[in-house]
């Protein structure tokens, strides 16, 4: 196991309380590094895009609404983080097994946010592709402090919470719950993203 299961159980009472939950120092050591190599590596290859928003046919590129550039990931391609798929398989079957769902696949992409770059108030679903059950974000900002901007600002009930995307933190939301958005950031803003899915993703379709 990637951690123990007390550190798993937290995760998984703080998501089911509160529908969020934010997890400092999340991945071991040498799977973090792999994933800061790997999205140097894949910024040098020239292999990020413009997001867009929607899904399927509706995917458009809005800078006015998002600003940033990803890279969708594949367990077959990119072996060197092989260890991170392994821990979402891991976290996968934990949150099924304990809360009663039925996760079947997930969904990554590096994400890179250009300074002044944003991302508005969204929820991470689609009017037409509704499978998004959990999103988890890893943040990769080793050097991140105050005034670098690029918080993640959820909007809770009572509240608004900025969280700062500093190195190896994660954070788990209810993909369909928790209204969120990306405040404009002052530095260059790294994250892995990603999803997990209640139905397999469909082969070949254009991602949002
Ligand atoms: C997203 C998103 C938040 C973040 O990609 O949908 O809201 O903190 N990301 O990177
Ligand atoms: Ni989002």
């Not at 550039?69 to 099924?96: C, P, Q, R």
């Not at 696949?105 to 998004?132: C, T, V």
């Not at 997990?196 to 993703?201: A, E, G, I, Q």
Request: glycine letters at 6%.
């Amino acid at each position: 196991m990637f951690k123990t299961e007390n550190e798993y159980l937290y995760i998984i009472d703080e998501l089911a309380a509160n529908d969020f939950v934010v997890v400092n120092d999340f991945l071991p050591n040498d799977i973090f590094e792999s994933i800061k190599v790997h999205f140097d590596e894949c910024v040098e290859a020239e292999k990020f895009e413009k997001a867009g928003i929607g899904a399927f046919a509706d995917n458009t590129i809005k800078s006015e609404i998002r600003g940033d550039y990803t890279f969708w990931l594949d367990k077959k391609k990119d072996i060197k983080i092989k260890g991170y798929f392994e821990m979402a398989d891991e976290l996968m079957a934990i949150i099924n097994r304990y809360c009663y769902l039925s996760l079947k696949d997930y969904e990554f992409h590096l994400a890179q946010y250009p300074i002044g770059s944003f991302y508005k108030k969204h929820l991470d679903q689609f009017k037409s592709r509704n499978n998004r059950m959990i999103t988890i974000i890893i943040y990769l900002n080793e050097a991140w402090s105050d005034g670098d901007g690029g918080e993640l600002n959820m909007y809770l009930v009572d509240k608004e919470l900025k969280i700062p995307p500093i190195a190896n933190r994660c954070v788990l939301f209810k993909s369909d719950t928790i209204l969120h958005e990306v405040l404009p950031t002052n530095i260059i803003r790294k994250s892995l993203t990603g999803w997990f899915l209640h139905k397999p993703k469909v082969v070949g379709a254009i991602l949002g």
